[in-house]
């Protein structure tokens, strides 16, 4: 996909993903808090008709690609790749010369759904630093149709009996919920998505940590797991690095008793799938013991 077409995609929705939406709305334009710095006068204005942004704070400014590259601190190439696995081809095909406040995406219509074994899966799993043992463990292979045509992707089952799906161009999902794994521990562990889940599966090296765990699949899911996440005596958060991250693990200190925030371990990545494997004796830090002091 070229940057032309990824730029079609609105400022808007992608910042909305994020958690971040305007502190004022005027129709055809938004200002938002800019999530490039401590803004506490709203000084970022997106333009919905053109799809261009401007924090009036700093001067910068420009199209969807140039913000992810402000806000994940990556080059063009990097951003457009993150893009495409944020929102994927097809997802950003139906608004291709259409007016994107006016479509919504086709709904998904889950056909079939068996262990994980396609190769085509594998591999984009094996790209991104996923243990398959890991992955098969608690991901399946979902199949699909979306508009009359069939797509498959990995599947990651959430408490609403929905599938978060994944695969090299998409990223989506049939109903917005955290998953939650209960445990009888008095520790947990808060993931922003699954693949952040895996990767540190991947880095633990097993399959099963005793701890209860929860997967927001969003950080816009928290209200509907914070009271399980706050029942815990101890909470680990390795939400991302932007601001709606810290914003999410803002919330979650106030809400519990004793929080330890993960991210700073894996700074200036933006997740923990980020986070280049071959660093991980440096991590030692992300893996609480049942016995472990929140710092």
Same mark, same amino acid.
């Given at each position: 996909? &070229?940057?032309?077409?990824?730029?079609?995609?609105?400022?808007?929705? %992608?910042? !909305?993903?994020?958690?971040?939406?305007? #502190?004022?709305?005027?129709?055809?334009?938004?200002?938002?808090?800019?999530?490039?710095?401590?803004?506490?006068?709203?000084?970022?204005?997106?333009? %919905? $008709?053109?799809?261009?942004?401007?924090?009036?704070?700093?001067?910068?400014?420009?199209?969807?690609? &140039?913000? /992810?590259?402000?806000?994940?601190?990556? $080059?063009?190439?990097? !951003?457009?790749?993150?893009?495409?696995?944020?929102?994927?081809?097809?997802?950003?095909?139906?608004?291709?010369?259409?007016?994107?406040?006016?479509?919504?995406?086709?709904?998904?219509?889950?056909?079939? /759904?068996?262990?994980?074994?396609?190769?085509? *899966?594998?591999?984009?799993?094996?790209?991104?630093?996923? $243990?398959?043992?890991?992955?098969?463990?608690?991901?399946?292979?979902?199949? %699909?149709?979306?508009?009359?045509?069939?797509?498959? !992707?990995?599947?990651?089952? =959430?408490?609403?009996?929905?599938?978060?799906?994944?695969? @090299?161009?998409?990223?989506?999902?049939?109903?917005? !919920?955290?998953?939650?794994?209960?445990?009888?521990?008095?520790?947990?562990? /808060?993931?922003?998505?699954?693949?952040?889940?895996?990767?540190?599966?991947? *880095?633990?090296?097993?399959?099963?940590?005793?701890?209860?765990?929860?997967?927001?699949?969003?950080?816009?899911?928290? #209200?509907? #797991?914070?009271?399980?996440?706050?029942?815990?005596?101890?909470?680990?958060? %390795?939400? $991302?690095? &932007?601001?709606?991250? @810290?914003?999410?693990?803002?919330?979650?200190?106030?809400?519990?008793?004793?929080?330890?925030?993960?991210?700073?371990?894996?700074?200036?990545? =933006?997740? *923990?799938?980020?986070?280049?494997?071959?660093?991980?004796?440096?991590?030692?830090?992300?893996?609480?013991?049942?016995?472990?002091?929140?710092?």
């Amino acid at each position: 996909m &070229d940057a032309k077409a990824i730029n079609k995609f609105p400022i808007r929705d %992608y910042l !909305a993903a994020r958690g971040i939406h305007p #502190a004022r709305d005027r129709g055809y334009y938004g200002l938002y808090h800019s999530p490039l710095r401590e803004d506490h006068t709203p000084s970022m204005k997106v333009n %919905y $008709d053109k799809n261009l942004w401007i924090d009036y704070g700093t001067g910068e400014g420009g199209t969807l690609i &140039d913000l /992810v590259m402000q806000m994940e601190r990556c $080059d063009a190439g990097e !951003a457009m790749r993150r893009l495409e696995r944020h929102i994927g081809g097809m997802f950003v095909s139906s608004f291709i010369g259409k007016n994107p406040t006016s479509q919504r995406p086709h709904s998904i219509v889950v056909e079939k /759904v068996r262990p994980l074994e396609s190769l085509a *899966l594998l591999d984009y799993l094996t790209e991104r630093s996923i $243990d398959l043992a890991a992955a098969r463990a608690h991901c399946s292979e979902v199949h %699909y149709h979306v508009a009359g045509k069939s797509y498959f !992707a990995v599947g990651f089952r =959430n408490d609403a009996g929905g599938w978060e799906l994944r695969n @090299r161009y998409f990223k989506g999902c049939t109903s917005k !919920a955290p998953t939650t794994r209960r445990g009888d521990y008095p520790t947990c562990l /808060v993931f922003e998505g699954f693949m952040d889940y895996l990767s540190f599966l991947t *880095l633990k090296r097993n399959p099963n940590p005793p701890h209860s765990i929860v997967v927001l699949n969003s950080v816009t899911n928290l #209200a509907k #797991a914070i009271q399980f996440i706050a029942s815990h005596e101890r909470v680990y958060t %390795y939400l $991302d690095n &932007d601001e709606a991250g @810290r914003k999410a693990a803002s919330e979650l200190k106030e809400a519990c008793r004793n929080l330890s925030d993960q991210s700073v371990h894996y700074r200036p990545h =933006n997740d *923990l799938n980020d986070y280049p494997p071959q660093k991980s004796h440096s991590l030692l830090g992300l893996f609480p013991s049942r016995n472990t002091s929140c710092r």
